[in-house]
């Protein structure tokens, strides 16, 4: 997707001429919507840091840069890949399960006495499928969107930053809009890291799309007032009953569209599915810092930045980094292959 009119993917290769082994690059998510930066680097524990500290989230682009960084290990040290990338990279983040599908399907190349320039080509191809997945998975889901005034209410970043390019709930808005549609949508910044008003609304902007960033808490008002047609999220993973984890207020959010009578509608692509899970109580669950919740980050009107603490000292925060939501309470479920619904 386009950022000043330039399009962009969240995670590529770079590559440079005479440069027998390519580096990752990969845009920096927490510098947004401040400052926009890529990072590269050769160094595979650089780009396990980078999932680790969330410069590069979203379970999409997690799988992908997994997959950049288990290439790049590969090539420099073929008996540390086995013994030290793998766990490390798979320690990186516990619940989105497109980390663990990454790694597996590096692992098995890597088994298989795979060449240094086939790994690199299989990553490359793991993040086209999922681009292609996402772009077909928004085809569809544009029908379903293309209803009332077509204000569609998003939670967290499950836009082209999450995904590598389109986004996963995005990607039916950004259909609609090229098709010369008018969606609109309401943001919820999504505490505590406001990856909605930091990220989801900077994307949405950069493509034109119209938004306004809303504190979580006034969604549920806002459908009691008539004003969202449909609710649209990502999955980090989803059980096979469909249950779906999602970031932290999800839950909350399907709770309030069907007491609304709200469509709810889910889209991840097949590499969030995890059929090891039955439901959504075998799900692990982050639990991230504290500080999260307890401190603030923001930029003062000269651009400066400033971390801040919001709360009093030495009160403790709870901050589980998601929640599930049953199968029940989901309208559809929609993937790069078909559409799943409760009945
Ligand atoms: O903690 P994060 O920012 O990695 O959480 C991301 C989400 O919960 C997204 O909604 C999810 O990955 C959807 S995928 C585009």
């Known amino acids: ?9 969240s995670v590529n290769w770079y590559v440079e001429s005479g440069r027998s082994i390519p580096a990752v690059q990969w845009i920096e998510q927490r510098l947004l919507p401040h400052r926009f930066e890529q990072v590269i680097s050769n160094k595979p524990e650089e780009v396990a840091v980078a999932i680790e500290s969330m410069q ?24 540390a ?18 980390l663990f599908h990454a790694c597996d399907a590096m692992l098995v190349l890597a088994e298989q006495g795979a060449s240094d320039a086939s790994m690199i080509e299989a990553a490359q191809a793991y993040a086209d499928a999922e681009v292609l997945a996402n772009e077909r998975m928004g085809a569809h889901m544009a029908e379903y969107l293309a209803v009332g005034e077509r204000r569609i209410q998003t939670h967290c970043n499950a836009g082209w930053l999450a995904t ?18 008018s969606p609109f949508v309401w943001v919820d910044e999504t505490r505590p890291r406001l ?4 990220l989801t609304a900077w994307e949405l902007h950069q493509e034109g799309v119209a938004c306004r960033i809303q504190a979580d808490s006034a969604a549920a008002w806002m459908m009691r007032r008539g004003m969202v047609d449909a609710v649209v999220i990502g999955a980090d993973r989803i059980a096979a009953n469909g249950d779906v984890a999602n970031k932290i207020g999800s839950y909350m959010l399907s709770l309030a569209a069907r007491e609304h009578g709200v469509p709810f509608y889910v889209a991840a692509p097949s590499s969030t599915f995890d059929a090891a899970c ?4 075998d799900i692990p669950i982050e639990e991230r810092d504290d500080d999260e919740v307890l401190m603030m980050d923001g930029v003062d009107a000269a651009g400066v930045s400033h971390h801040v603490r919001i709360a009093a000292p030495d009160v403790p925060a709870n901050n589980p980094a998601f929640d599930v939501t049953p199968f029940a309470n989901i309208t559809a479920i929609f993937s790069e292959d078909g559409i799943w619904k409760p009945q």
């Open 56 to 79: 590069v989230r979203g379970a999409p682009a997690i799988g992908a840069i997994a997959a950049h960084g288990l290439a790049l290990a590969y090539c420099l040290d073929k008996k």
């Open 195 to 198: 990856q909605g008003a930091r």
């Open 1 to 9: 997707m386009k950022v000043a009119g330039k399009v962009f993917r």
């Open 278 to 281: 039955e439901s959504g109580a």
């Open 81 to 98: 890949f086995f013994s030290h990338w793998i766990p490390r990279f798979r320690a990186t983040r516990p619940t989105a399960v497109n």
């Open 164 to 181: 590598v390019d389109w986004g996963t709930a995005t990607s039916g808005i950004y259909h609609l809009a090229r098709a010369g549609e």
